[in-house]
Every structure is written in C-alpha cells, then in structure tokens.
C-alpha cells in the first residue's frame, strides 16, 4: 500500500505531496543491488587468499611460510606484496574508473554508468574464474575494480534521487544492505568451495561474481532513469515531470518539479564540474566528500573484510573454522546491524547513529589489541578461549560499523551535493575512498607484521578522530529535500562563516 507524505521545503509554506510507490521501492531494489557486486568482491578476495590450493597455485612463497617455515612471526606470515596487489588492485582501477564514470553519468543518466558497471564486473568474473597465472588473475581483479568504480559512482546517487525525502536514508542504505549480503554470501561460498576436492573450488568463488553482475545488468536495462538526471539532460520540463509523478505517486509535485528546475539552471551554467566544485561555496561538500570516505577506511573495516579469515588463521583456527567464522557469525552480525541502521536512520538522523557507532568500533578495537598484544607473540598460539573473545569483539566492532559508517559513508556523500556538481562530488567520494581502500589494502599485512598487534591502537585512535569531527562539524541531513540541503550548511555554526560570506557576496553583486 502507497504511503502518503508532506515534506516541508524552505519556504515553509510550499510541501512535497508524495507516496511510497510499489514503482519506486522496485527501482530502488534493482539499483541496490550494485552493492552486491561491491560486497560480493570484499567477501570472496579475503576467503581464496586463505585456501591453501590457491596460495599454493599463485603464492608459494606465502604458503611456504604458512605451511613450513615455523620461524616466521605469527604477524608476518602473509606478508607478500604480490598477494596484496591481488586483493587491492581492483580499488586502484576502480579509482580511476569512477572519474570516468562522473562524466558518463552527468551526460548519459545514472542508468547508464549502472550498466557499464555491471558489464566490467562479468568481464572480470569470467577472467578471474578462468585464470592460469597470477597476471591474468589481477586483471580480472581490474575488471571488477572498473566494475564496481561505476556502480558505486552512480547507485548512491539514484537511490538518494529517486527516494522521498523523509525516507531517503533507509532507501539509499539498501545498497549497504546489499553490500553486506554480498560479503555473507561470498563467505559462505568460500567455506564451501575450500571443501571442494581436488584444490579448484577457488575459481568457482571468483567466477560466481557473475551471478551479482548478471542481476546488476539486467536490472539496469529495466531501470528508470531519475527525475533529477532527465532534467539536468533534457532541454524540456514535462519528461521529468512525468517521471516524478509516478515515482511520486501523485499528479501534484510542482513544488518539488520547481526545485528541480532552478537546480537544472545552475547545473547547465556549469561546464567543469571539477572545477567549479573547488569554490567556497562548495567548501562543505568538498570537505565531505574527502574526509568521509578518508575516515570510513582508516575505521580499519576492510582490514576485516579483507582479512577476517587471515585473522582467524593467525590466532590458529584452522582454515575450515577461519571461513565459517568469518562467513556467518560477522557476515551475519553486519547484515543485520545494517538493517538496524536503516530502520533508525531517518529516525533518530545521521550523527547520532555516527557517534554510537564510533564509540563501539573504538572500545572492541581497544580490547582486541590489548588481547593480542598479550596472549599472542611471534611465535605458537593462544587458548580456544580468548580465540573467541577476540571473535565476539570483532563482531562488536562490526556491528558499530555496519550501524554507523559503513552505510552512512554512502548516503551522506549522496545527499549533500547540488546537481550542478552532484556527480563530480559523487566521483571524488568514491575516488577517495577506493584510494584508502587500496593504501590499507596495500599496507596492512606490512604493518600487521611491523605493527603487530598495535595495529589495532592505530585503527582506534582514528575513530577517536572521525568521531569527534562527526560531532562538531557534520550538519544533521534527515528529512531534508536533496535540493534544499544548502540551507544545512548555512544554518552550521562553522559552516555558515564560510558559505555565509559567499552568499552576502552574491547579494551585493546582485544589488549592484
């Protein structure tokens, strides 16, 4: 049944007259499906690097020091290079891709970067499963990378477009549910290929990215493309206007057609979206789009993701035990931690579920540190006891993740950009975020072996960090029409010093 819904705009005396749709709870649930792909990537790298065939095939010389060689610290045994370019190349090519996909974005509708996405990443599924050498393998891992750099470019942005204001924050965190379905179904296809006699179940768990990639790409030929991306292309109101009227569910949506329209005139005054992006008055969002998905990788998250099994290994759990642990008991917990967040979010609002989240991930943090760095040394192991303490306080650390950051880190870039440089801010969250995603990728097993269990400290004193700057500088975003947000930023204690003066200087202009 269609829910009705008023969303007040800053006039005050103009409403958005809306319901939720059957249309766009389905369009919605097709583009999210793109953090299937992202998650399903996450998942499966961590489970084949701990399948002993596989380091065997294309990492001798990490399965020589996990088999045989007993002087090598528990910390460094999985410290090789080649195996982390394995695991992050796809974050560099995904990088990259996305600052393409801003401009595919902008001038072909956000259908279109969704369905190059989902195209790469069944190239490089194809290419992964398929792999003879260690080079062919990394360039599927590319093709993913390229992959999910579109659809992680594009899918926040069309659920955050597409939902109605007062639910945009559950709608968009469907792609970080979906996310964290791609990792549990990855995982629990791990623990079942490892299995698999005769050392090949690994090229089963990469080839089967197929199946997330195939749904991506038939859904995006099914998809609608948004209001706001029809008439930021089109030269024509009524397209758009007929758009949001099913999207809407009601025949009366001047007003939010009217924002629409003056954010199009801006839009098509700009020509350099990259460019124009770097002025003051966009000097908020720029510094979101930075530091939001800078602090969501220094959380230490894909140190999980990546590693969860590494980490059982190093605490000697056996390589079936690592991969169920890390696939149903943190797959599990981060599934429905995120559907908490969904529920919550436009209820209780962004920051504080950032705070609470920060403040868990902080403390089991604190505490799987202190466990490690006195139970287990360089060498031999610690008690079956504390093995599932640290596991219990891992999947505290999840769910304050997967509460806080991880979804939030998504929807909040989303929402807080005008259209005139919404895909460029776009483009530079996710740039941003695979670039940290690839430097922890790169460095950690070096700093897990320098570092030993002080890295958990390091992780720690950054959600210290984030949190605090959650705290004084992050404007509250819930129930705000995606094309009224500048108002958060003027009405911000520090914010408002800044587009303030830019708004004063407009004024003044516009008076002479």
Known sequence: MAVGLAFTSEGGGQYYNGKITPFVVLSCIVAATGGLTFGYDLGISGGVTSMEPFLKKFFPEVYKNMREDTKVSNYCKFNSQLLTTFTSSPFIAGLIASLFASKVTRALGRKASILVGGVAFLAGSALGGAAFNVYMLILGRVLLGVGIGFSNQSVPLYLSEMAPPNHRGAFNIGFQVCTAIGVLGANLLNYGTQKIKGG????ISLSMAAAPASILTLGALILPDTPNSIIQRSNGPEKAKKMLQR?????DVQAELDDLLRASIVSRTVKHPFQTIIQRKYRPQLVMAILIP????????????????????????????SLLMSAVVTGGVSTIATITSMILTDKLGRKVLFLVGGILMFVSQVMIGSIMAAELGDHGGISEGYAYLVLAL????????????????????????PLEIRSAGQSITVAVGFL??????????????????????????????MTVFVHFFLPETKN????????????????????????????????L
């Open 247 to 251: 999207v809407r569910g009601t025949a």
């Open 436 to 465: 940290f995603i690839f430097l922890v990728a790169q460095s950690f097993l070096a700093m897990l072996c320098h570092l030993k269990a002080g890295i958990f400290f390091f992780f720690g004193g950054w959600e210290v960090v």
């Open 394 to 417: 891992v999947c505290v650390y999840i769910a304050g993740f997967a509460s806080s950051w991880g979804p939030l880190g998504w929807l909040v870039p989303s929402e807080i950009f």
């Open 480 to 511: 705000v029409p995606i094309e009224r947000m500048d108002k958060v930023w003027k009405e911000h204690w520090f914010w408002q010093r800044i587009v303030g003066d830019v708004v004063e200087e407009i004024k003044i202009e516009q008076a």
């Open 200 to 203: 090949w179940g690994w090229r």
């Open 294 to 321: 800078f602090f969501q990788q220094v959380t230490g998250i894909n140190v999980i993701s990546f590693y969860a099994p590494v980490l059982f290994r190093t605490i000697k759990l056996s390589e079936s035990t």
